[in-house]
């Protein structure tokens, strides 16, 4: 997947999102040349970038996503998009530096690689030398990508008709939309994701396990945003390490995870393989803050609650602060998303737990429960959940599938009783 042209027109994307959906549907449907259909589908994603090699990277590693029949095919062909997308030209990458920082590589840094050593949906990463000595890594933005990613989200009002269709209109889909569009903006301002990795950086500064890389302001803008060098080992390299050093990252992730969501009042919405570096002695260094998503003030109250209560396995105090948290009425719908979130908080009621990938895909079947079954709900009962939950979801398919892929037992409870030792009763 070498250098080629990012389409940006909302009707040319669209219609070659539409091009994988039937191959992979006709694939799907006789059973025949489903690699193909998924080869193609990873080649269509990867060239469009943006969201849409978002949606691709997901498939790669959130379980439950992808039929099980044809799960194999596609995470092996979405495989290479996790690893790489297409790369921008150095002659783009090159122009965008002088328009964004006023002068070319060379003179800006005291050594820089042309060839990019990574490539993700919205930019990609040079390895580079500051004057002073510093190795850092310099993520600048595709050209294009951002005309790209407004016309995916220009396309959202088809797909917010498709939803509706579907039996969503009673879920609010434009409002799970407005979230959705307000988080993928912020990760085009790469400014706003500098400030919120001094943020977790300054969060997570007095722990030696988990490492943010500190931002280098001067080097930095809108377009481009340069930090300190991480070195570790890949996700794919961390998966087939010793037992005993998996146990070691899955705590770090679940503390870096919780950490953030229970104390800092925040979380990285985007928990792909390739944002976390896996380094020795259970460290992980974490990259990439563009979505992040806050938790309003009035509810972190009730999920330290509701996170005290799984731990204490107390039934009915869960149950209670998350009904206030979701402003649950009392009935079917109340009764349907008790279970599903009591389901999520398996690892903690029964800790220690065993992630596996059966029970990650459980929770994407679940949340398609939800959704069929509250068709039929009556007013009186129904309610929907707070839009902001949005991310809160894609956080947990993805971060879960990837602790189930570690495959290990961890006693989470633990590390969460350390957390919430710091916070208000």
Avoid at 205 to 210: L, N, Q, T, V
Avoid at 242 to 256: D, F, I, K, M, N
Avoid at 347 to 362: D, G, I, K, N, V
């Amino acid at each position: 997947m070498d250098e080629r042209d990012l389409p940006t027109g909302r009707l040319g994307r669209f219609a070659r999102l539409a091009s994988t959906g039937l191959r992979a549907g006709v694939g799907a449907l006789l059973d025949q040349d489903a690699r193909a259909a998924a080869m193609h589908t990873a080649e269509v994603l990867g060239t469009l970038r943006g969201l849409a090699a978002k949606v691709g990277q997901m498939a790669s590693y959130v379980d439950g996503v992808i039929p099980e029949g044809q799960r194999d095919h596609y995470e092996l062909a979405m495989k290479g998009l996790r690893a790489a997308t297409p790369r921008s030209s150095a002659a783009e990458v090159r122009a965008l530096i002088v328009a964004e920082l006023g002068d070319v590589p060379e003179a800006l840094f005291a050594e820089w690689g042309d060839a990019p050593i990574a490539s993700a949906s919205i930019g990609q990463v040079h390895r580079a030398r500051l004057h002073d000595g510093r190795a850092v890594a310099v993520k600048v933005q595709h050209p294009g990508v951002a005309a790209a990613v407004e016309s995916d989200l220009s396309n959202g009002s088809i797909l917010t008709t498709m939803a509706s269709n579907l039996g969503m209109r009673r879920h609010d889909p434009d409002a799970v939309f407005a979230v959705i569009k307000a988080r993928f903006r912020e990760e085009l301002d790469y400014a706003h994701e500098a400030d919120n990795q001094r943020a977790f950086a300054e969060h997570f500064a007095g722990d030696r396990h988990i490492h943010v890389p500190a931002v280098v302001g001067e080097r930095s803008s809108a377009r481009v945003l340069t930090m300190g060098f991480l070195e570790g080992r890949s996700f794919d390299e961390a998966v087939a390490a010793p037992r005993a050093e998996r146990e070691a990252w899955a705590r770090t992730l679940w503390r870096y995870v919780f950490g953030a969501i229970l104390a800092g009042g925040r979380f990285n919405a985007d928990p792909h393989p390739g944002n976390y570096l896996f380094m020795d002695d259970g460290a992980v260094g974490v990259l990439d803050f563009g979505c992040v998503q806050r938790i309003p003030e009035g509810n972190r109250v009730h999920a330290w609650a509701m996170h005290r209560a799984a731990i204490a396995r107390d039934e009915a105090g869960f149950r209670r602060h998350l009904a206030l948290m979701m402003g649950a009425k009392p009935g079917r719908m109340e009764q349907l998303c008790a279970e599903y979130v009591r389901a999520a908080f398996r690892p903690l009621f029964e800790s220690p737990f065993h992630m596996t990938r059966p029970y990650a895909a459980s929770l994407v079947e679940g949340m398609r429960h939800i959704a069929k079954e509250s068709r039929s709900i009556p007013d009186a009962e129904f309610f929907t959940m707070p839009s902001e939950m949005t991310f809160m979801n894609r956080l947990q398919f993805g971060f879960y599938s990837l602790l189930a892929r570690l495959d290990v037992t961890v006693d989470y409870a633990a590390i969460e009783r350390e957390i919430l030792a710091t916070l208000p009763a």
